[in-house]
């Protein structure tokens, strides 16, 4: 029994290097996480007992791991720069009064969307192509479901460093997408 | 307090992470009201939070 929950979790090491992998965008970061991670799911077998499902199970280990990364990263390298707070890059999408220059359409059968894997391979590109700090930000929030005040602390910024944070991965995500999803 | 569109965008963002003030909230409504183009914003932003909740779930051939 034992060496045959093994072999489960050993199979699905890939899936978690990848899902790692996106949230810490450096392999090796990834590789010290995944293996955490399968070496709490093997020394707590009996936790899994047939609970649930086994990659579901092991998400919910990695996702702690994944924490721990992050924070011991943002104690590790200095807090975030400015470059991380300003959202110039979206000026142009407004005119003087602030007012779209442009005003956004509805995007068509977005729910449709999500059952499809290359769109979910293009949101994960468009994630890849945010700066890291504002990726891990939104997948904090918007994936693992952490309170701000907990992700301030991960990754010492202000509440208000966070908002912006936050803004800006949601305008650069939904413009990411408009162009190589919606408009396609 | 009339709200442009480029505030209304931030402060629908920040909806996600805080709870807004009560004149924050009606300013948004009164501007939703208004404005297609912040609507759309709106809708997509949360469209955005259910599609990053989902990642971990495609594969399923893995599983």
């Given at each position: 029994m034992a060496a045959d929950f093994r072999t489960q979790v050993e199979g699905l090491r890939p899936y978690l290097l990848r899902y790692a992998t996106l949230q810490l965008r450096d392999a090796a970061s990834a590789e010290d996480a995944v293996q955490e991670a399968l070496v709490a799911a093997l020394a707590g077998e009996s936790n899994f007992?047939?609970?649930?499902n086994l990659r579901t199970w092991l998400t919910g280990i990695l996702k702690h791991k994944i924490v721990d990364t992050i924070r011991r990263q943002s104690r590790e390298r200095?807090?975030?720069?400015?470059a991380d707070a300003t959202?110039?890059?979206?000026?142009?999408?407004?005119?003087d009064s602030g007012h779209w220059a442009e005003p956004p359409d509805p995007w068509a059968q977005p729910e449709g969307a999500l059952a499809q894997k290359q769109f979910l391979a293009a949101l994960e590109q468009c994630l890849r192509d945010l700066p890291e700090r504002t990726a891990q930000a939104f997948i904090m929030r918007e994936?693992?479901?952490?309170e701000t005040a907990e992700i301030c602390k991960e990754l010492a910024v202000t509440p208000t460093h966070l908002w912006v944070m936050l803004y800006r991965a949601r305008m650069a995500l939904r413009q990411c997408l408009q162009m190589n999803w919606f408009d396609k | 307090m009339m709200l442009s569109c480029k505030e209304t965008s931030r402060l629908l963002s920040q909806g996600e992470d805080r709870k807004l003030g009560f004149g924050e909230r009606v300013a948004l409504r009164v501007h939703l009201a208004i404005c297609d183009g912040c609507r759309n914003v709106n809708a997509q932003f949360r469209f955005l939070r259910v599609a990053v909740k989902s990642l971990s779930r495609d594969e399923n051939e893995t599983a």
């Open positions: 007992a047939g609970r649930s200095p807090a975030a720069t400015d959202t110039a890059e979206f000026d142009a999408l407004f005119d994936h693992l479901g952490l | -």
